[in-house]
């Protein structure tokens, strides 16, 4: 049982450039996360999908896109890198809130 | 909105000793969850504990427990006997349920990085 996977785990780019991170949980969780920690700030949320085909903006969506493809998976994507978006990005998914979250391991994304 | 407060940006410990994380929130909600994650040096977010907000007995989880005090707004983490793999980062986290999505947001504090010393 992998819970949730995150690829890549590192990250390097260019500013301008675009990627795609991805995110997949196994354990039929209806809602999945997008998370972004940054040192001395938490995690704050980016995005959110309560289930497949449907996505909304958390406290802090500006740069980012996001795609629920199906109930298993959910991408975060960058459309121009900027340096403010250098930070650790966290996936997660959930059955019930009072459960809390599984996280997936992190993807440390660099922009240059 | 919102808002958790980990007042104590860096604790250590002795070995073997107690220690307690403070933790406040704000929030004009009835029924909400809280909880503690641990973050090791290997950024895994691991789940320590989770308090339900109508439940006045406070929870434990083997050497871990909270006091949680409603009217206050404060949840605070006990570890006792901590031993050299409880160092970490812990963070306060204060549960929501995102109004009719089916989802529910975790508003985390920004952290406590606690050593513990041999």
Redesign the interface.
């Known amino acids: 049982n992998a819970g949730v996977t995150q690829t890549p785990k590192f990250q390097v780019l260019k500013t301008g450039q675009s990627m795609t991170l991805q995110c997949a949980q196994d354990m039929n969780h209806n809602s999945m996360y997008w998370y972004r920690q940054d040192p001395g700030m938490g995690l704050r949320l980016i995005y959110y999908s309560a289930s497949e085909g449907t996505t909304d903006k958390g406290e802090v969506p500006n740069g980012y896109n996001v795609s629920r493809l199906n109930k298993r998976e959910f991408s975060l994507r960058l459309e121009s890198a900027a340096p403010s978006q250098t930070s650790v990005y966290f996936c997660a998914s959930s059955i019930q809130g009072n459960y809390g979250y599984t996280f997936g391991s992190g993807t440390r994304l660099t922009v240059v | 909105a919102q808002t ?1 407060t980990q007042s104590q ?1 860096e604790m250590s410990v002795q070995e073997a000793e107690t220690v307690t994380l403070s933790c406040t929130y704000d929030t004009s909600e009835n029924n909400y ?1 809280l ?1 503690w ?1 641990k973050q090791p040096p ?4 691991i ?1 320590v504990i ?1 308090q ?1 907000a109508y439940k006045q007995q406070n929870a434990t989880e083997n050497r871990f427990s909270v006091n949680f005090q409603k009217a206050a707004k404060s949840f605070s983490l006990k570890i006792s006997d901590s031993q050299l793999g409880d160092t970490a980062m812990y ?1 306060c ?1 204060f ?4 109004s009719g ?11 406590t990085k606690l050593s513990v010393i041999p």
């Open positions: 958790v940006p969850y909880f994650y290997s950024r895994q977010m789940l989770r339900e963070f986290a549960m929501k349920l995102l999505a089916g989802s529910y947001q975790l508003t985390f504090g920004k952290g």
